[in-house]
């Protein structure tokens, strides 16, 4: 009988319920099994030295879909020929509301404003003025799903919009400024915000040489991938004020061990890779890996297809 192998690591078994009541004539098998089959199909999480996708690629497997957007952490060596997909898109709201709730919160100095006593004065916010994101520019390094939905709430917010991205591909939206490069992006931002896929030609794209381009008193925002940014050169650019914050729901190495100094540092804000989380992220998962299958039983061309050769 073909089927399809779950291999979600932890989070297995809290994947396999959705997918057999949205797919109940299928074959489901959680991984590891003593009797997997022989299933044609693996759906599975790119987490690296946890969910063991190699050991689950049987000889049967003719498709790979990665339950999540990122595949860092996919073992492209052991792919072979198989076709291999994500779910692009399937997170991307949640996370444009968390980009656009850390620069709020920066621009209204939240929670830093939050009263425990009375205040010296009212009507007088504690330290300088506030800010807003009216008029501000943000720069995007990443347009893919993320990065569209984080321009498209960015541009309600009157924000201006510059976009650098590896591609000459044209911008998803009007309004979205391509930049000639990532330097004249950074050069102009109030806040930067990364989106783009971890590959080894994006591996600490934001380094020392990178954050000297940086406005003076920028606010960065690292929702993508740890590997992105250098953090011991996003830590003394925070030292030295080129920087003024840090949000990050990423970080190099998760989980990030007791101690590291990202989680003291005055200047970052550290959240522990939460910003996909959302009541509707789990259910538009499971929708975009059944609407593929159904492609992929009836021989049609499949969504979200990654190419091995760039890593996205």
Not at 171 to 195: C, F, N, Q, R
Not at 224 to 252: I, P, W
């Amino acid at each position: 009988m073909t089927g399809i192998i779950v291999n979600m690591g932890r989070f297995t078994n809290g994947f396999l319920q959705p997918l057999r009541d949205r797919m109940p004539d299928e074959h489901l098998v959680g991984w590891p099994t003593d009797d997997p089959g022989e299933p044609d199909v693996l759906a599975t999480l790119a987490i690296a030295g946890e969910s063991n996708v190699a050991d689950a690629m049987l000889p049967s497997v003719k498709w790979v879909h990665v339950l999540g957007a990122g595949i860092d952490g996919f073992p492209l060596d052991a792919l072979g020929d198989r076709t291999l997909t994500c779910s692009k898109g399937a997170s991307s709201v949640p996370i444009a509301e968390y980009v656009l709730a850390t620069m709020l919160a920066y621009e209204k100095q939240l929670p830093d404003q939050w009263l425990t006593e009375p205040p010296e004065q009212w009507n007088v916010p504690r330290g300088t003025a506030l800010g807003g994101l009216d008029g501000a520019v943000m720069a995007l390094v990443g347009v893919g799903a993320i990065g569209t939905e984080v321009a498209k709430r960015a541009l309600a917010f009157n924000m201006r919009v510059v976009a650098h991205r590896r591609s000459d591909a044209p911008m998803p939206l009007p309004g979205i400024e391509a930049a000639a490069s990532l330097k004249d992006a950074l050069s102009e931002a109030d806040h930067v915000v990364v989106t783009a896929p971890l590959t080894p030609d994006t591996y600490h794209l934001i380094d020392e040489e990178s954050l000297q381009w940086v406005k003076p008193g920028a606010h960065l925002v690292n929702i993508a991938r740890g590997g992105l940014v250098d953090s011991d050169a996003l830590m003394k650019a925070l030292d030295d004020g080129r920087l003024a914050r840090a949000s990050l729901d990423v970080a190099e190495g998760e989980p990030l061990p007791a101690g590291h100094p990202l989680y003291a540092h005055p200047g970052v804000q550290l959240t522990p890779h939460l910003s996909h989380s959302s009541n509707r992220t789990a259910n538009r998962t499971v929708e975009i890996f059944s609407e593929n299958l159904a492609r992929w039983r009836a021989g049609r061309p499949l969504e979200g297809v990654v190419d091995p050769a760039v890593g996205y």
